[in-house]
């Protein structure tokens, strides 16, 4: 089972930008990437998906901020996170859409505060 490792978060303050990165053990090509978060006190929630077509799907609170990418080649993924909220303070994990790893990764951290 592919697993996968998330790094690239840190603290920033609000409209600064970030860069996730999802490194997975084995192919990515035929796996449905997604990126969820999770902040303190609330349920994980899914942030944006791409198909291994490159069809992406952002959650509405996301929508024109984020981008969600893929590298087949590195067996990778991203996230762009732009203009940064406080309310985008949360864990963000990535993992298989349609068949999610389970345990789930560490995660890394993402802050936005002034």
């Known amino acids: 089972q592919v697993q996968f490792v998330e790094s690239g978060g840190g603290l920033v303050q609000p409209g600064e930008s970030l860069r996730l990165s999802c490194a997975a053990s084995?192919?990515?090509?035929?796996?449905?990437m997604a990126w969820y978060r999770q902040a303190p006190g609330k349920e994980r929630e899914l942030v944006a998906r791409?198909?291994?077509?490159?069809?992406?799907v952002y959650a509405a609170s996301v929508k024109g901020r984020f981008i969600i990418s893929r590298d087949n080649h590195k067996n990778t993924a991203s996230l762009q996170m732009n203009s940064l909220k406080p309310d985008d303070t949360a864990v963000y994990y990535c993992?298989?859409?349609?068949?999610?790893?389970?345990?789930w990764g560490q995660g890394t951290q993402v802050t936005v505060s002034s």
């Open positions: 084995g192919s990515i090509i035929s796996i449905y």
């Open positions: 791409i198909s291994s077509l490159g069809t992406r």
């Open positions: 993992n298989n859409y349609v068949n999610p790893q389970a345990p």
